[in-house]
């Protein structure tokens, strides 16, 4: 049932809309007072707003500026008994939803609301839909683990996901947190919500606070309009807080705030925005060791280690390796259109007796390199591109690729190979230490991870 919120300081307009609204099939709230409707807008979250121009403590068009300033989102029907062109014009330029004339003509009223709650479904269905399309062009691998250990916290994602309580995993990279993060959600009672992602490594610090929390218009250099921070793009969703480790402290503060009371002011801002929405958080750092430290704020690291899940990295779990191998090899072959039937014997214990320094991050990347280089239907040990002494490496497979087919295609194309080459291979010297490698190929941070994201390595 939508919801419509009523903001008028007659009583007897109130209670004739309350009676039409419901008759209509609306759940409806009155206030009287623009401070009673404001109050209202954070706890009741309406699906749109019947605002009197005229209330006691504040003029309608400057209320209408303050409840966008809260929530950009909801549609505002104004309505007066002292209408003019000029109101209108300004009403409309400030963003209403529509316009009324009092006294109310109750067909037109009621038409008014359901094109606004119309409007404002389509605003979400829109955004569910995006977020489907990027699932559908960056699908997200499904939790897979048949190890006791990871049984276990397949367990423990079962009894958490329906509560609101905020998650905490660790592990070191590649091992698959954000594959945990997403399976929380989709099990979750919010999984027809929005799910926002942000790696609080890429944010460069300067445009931490505005990435994560939005900007008013004119509050800094550059801000030449409001914009939405993440927190509020999810509310009533989930927000995952992806290498939380890199947080500024100030960053830190204000999340806290938003663990404690599910409140925050955008940057430049002075209205308290309410957020409904769950966190997740991951890290592939020690935060105890951070804490102590004095790097990451000892209160913000109990209120995010509500629940704490570990993932193991791969080398102890070589029970997951035959059903990750199984899924990623169908997985690219389907991408690569290949016809790709079984990985040999021979292939799959090389793949069980190494290391796994990257994880499952480098099984999977090991995984597609052979499905594109598998010239049958079975992929045999010398089209890995892992085990010096076995075969042929990776890199002199790839150094022999057909230079016929290299010069018929885009330079772009070719340099691109090239780069990605080189970055997976310095990430293996590395151990896949992202920090090393940025050193060694003379790039920052951020840059690698651009990079490696734009190669689908991460």
């Given amino acids: 049932m939508a919801k419509v919120l009523v903001i008028d300081d007659e009583e007897g307009v109130c209670e004739l809309l309350r009676d039409v609204l419901e008759n209509a099939g609306y759940e409806v709230f009155v206030t009287y007072t623009a401070s009673e409707g404001i109050d209202a807008l954070n706890s009741y979250n309406p699906d749109a707003i019947l605002l009197d121009i005229k209330l006691p403590d504040g003029d309608g068009i400057k209320v209408m500026q303050r409840i966008k300033g809260i929530n950009v989102a909801v549609p505002i029907i104004l309505m007066t008994a002292f209408g003019t062109t000029e109101i209108a014009i300004q009403a409309m330029k400030e963003g209403a939803h529509d316009y009324l004339n009092k006294p109310l003509n109750l067909d037109e009223l009621i038409l008014s609301v359901q094109k606004a709650v119309r409007m404002k479904n389509l605003v979400s269905e829109v955004a569910t839909l995006r977020e489907k399309l ?38 070191e990279s590649g091992t698959g947190k954000e594959v945990v993060a997403r399976s929380i959600h989709k099990n979750s009672k919010r999984n ?25 218009k004119g509050s800094f250099t550059g801000a030449i309009s409001q914009k939405l921070g993440k927190f509020e793009l999810a509310h009533s969703g989930t927000i995952f807080l992806d290498e939380i480790g890199e947080l500024t402290h100030q960053a830190q503060t204000k999340l806290l705030r938003v663990l404690q009371e ?37 209160d913000l690291f109990y209120r995010l280690n509500v629940v704490n899940i570990k993932l193991p990295p791969l080398k102890e779990r070589k029970e997951d390796i035959l059903p990750l191998v199984d899924y990623f ?23 069980t007796n190494y290391n796994w320094p990257g994880n499952v991050r480098e099984l999977k990347n090991i995984c597609e390199q052979a499905v594109v280089l598998t010239r049958g239907s079975v992929i045999l040990p010398d089209e890995l591109g892992i085990f010096e002494g076995n075969r042929k490496s990776l890199r002199d497979s790839n150094l022999e690729l057909d230079l016929a087919l290299r010069l018929k295609r885009p330079l772009r194309d070719i340099l691109a190979e090239v780069e990605k080459e080189v970055i997976i291979r310095t990430l293996r010297d590395h151990n896949w230490n992202r920090q090393e ?11 690698l991870y651009a990079k490696m994201k734009e190669y689908d390595l991460l």
Avoid: W
Avoid at 193 to 215: D, Q, R, V, W
């Fill in 329 to 351: 090899i169908n997985q690219f072959a389907s991408k690569h259109a290949k016809k790709i039937t079984c990985i040999s014997k021979e292939a799959l214990n090389l793949l």
């Fill in 262 to 298: 599910r409140e925050f002011e955008r940057v430049g801002g002075i209205n308290n925005i309410k957020v409904d929405i769950r966190i997740l958080a991951a890290t592939n750092k020690d935060l105890q060791r951070l804490v102590e430290e004095g790097k990451f704020r000892e």
């Fill in 134 to 171: 990027e699932d559908e062009m960056n699908p997200t691998d499904p939790f897979i683990g048949k190890s006791r250990i990871m049984q276990e916290i397949s367990k423990i994602i079962g009894r958490i996901s329906d509560s609101d309580i905020t998650v905490l995993i660790q592990g």
């Fill in 192 to 216: 027809h919500c929005p799910y926002i992602k942000i790696n609080c490594a890429t944010i460069p610090e300067n445009l931490m606070e505005s990435e994560l929390f939005g900007h008013e």
């Fill in 437 to 447: 490698t940025a050193n060694t190929l003379g790039l920052n941070r951020r840059s």
